[in-house]
């Protein structure tokens, strides 16, 4: 079985500039998650979707950063404008409707100079 | 406010030897916790599960505690491997399958 899938696994960009992160969860996964994790901490909860709808969104600095699930299945995270605090390693993760346990991707890790 | 607190400080410990590593919460009731496994560049794998109304929790060689009314739990790895190295993290859920993290510890097993 195919684990989730993230896409680019590094970026550099400049402060101000955009970036956007994919994500392809496991086949059947109907909830999709995505976490910042900044080094050192445990990952942060940025959004919940399941299936294409938000479940939770109320960590996510709506003024910068977007995320939609077209279809239920692949997922977009982007930033924009970036910010230096914004450097972190981004996971994406999936389960099953209705199941605890979480499958994570590789992560993108961002850095913003 | 809600917190997680895990040993910052990295556990080194002797190949064989039983390491624990504590998560302590405030503020929260949980009905279930999870441990998850963070190597390195990748990320974290689902170990195990507990809920609430359970106090301990069996897979191999990985033993789970959950006391909610000392709001901790310990997770046990026996007979300890260089491969059990690792970041060991501890999440609470926070209501519709959401998971608040801690900060994790870092497990090193020495050959």
């Known amino acids: 079985e195919a684990g989730v899938a993230q896409s680019p696994r590094y970026k550099i960009i400049e402060k101000r500039q955009s970036v956007a992160f994919w994500c392809n969860p496991i086949s059947g996964h109907a909830t999709l998650y995505w976490y910042q994790q900044i080094l050192g901490q445990g990952p942060k909860l940025l959004i919940q979707?399941?299936?294409?709808?938000?479940?939770?969104d109320s960590q996510l600095p709506k003024d910068r950063f977007s995320a939609e699930r077209l279809k239920g299945v692949d997922s977009t995270l982007k930033i924009q404008p970036a910010k230096l605090e914004d450097s972190a390693v981004y996971l994406c993760?999936?389960?099953?409707?209705?199941?605890?346990?979480?499958?994570f991707g590789p992560g993108t890790r961002l850095t913003v100079l | 406010s809600q917190k997680i607190e895990q040993n910052s400080e990295a556990l080194n410990i002797q190949e064989g030897k039983t390491a624990t590593l504590t998560c302590n919460y405030t503020?929260?009731?949980?009905?279930?916790l999870q441990w998850y496994r963070q190597d390195p560049g990748r990320g974290p794998v689902f170990l195990l599960l507990i809920r609430e109304n359970e106090k301990e929790k069996r897979k191999e060689r990985l033993k789970v505690t959950f006391d909610t009314t000392l709001k901790q739990s310990l997770f046990h790895i026996t007979a300890s491997q260089p491969a059990d190295s690792a970041t060991y993290l501890c999440?609470?859920?926070?209501?519709?399958?959401?998971?608040?993290f801690g900060s994790g510890t870092r497990l090193q097993v020495q050959p």
């Open positions: 993760a999936s389960s099953l409707a209705g199941e605890f346990e979480q499958f």
């Open positions: 503020n929260y009731s949980p009905a279930y």
């Open positions: 999440a609470l859920d926070t209501g519709r399958r959401a998971l608040t």
């Open positions: 979707f399941q299936n294409n709808g938000v479940v939770d």
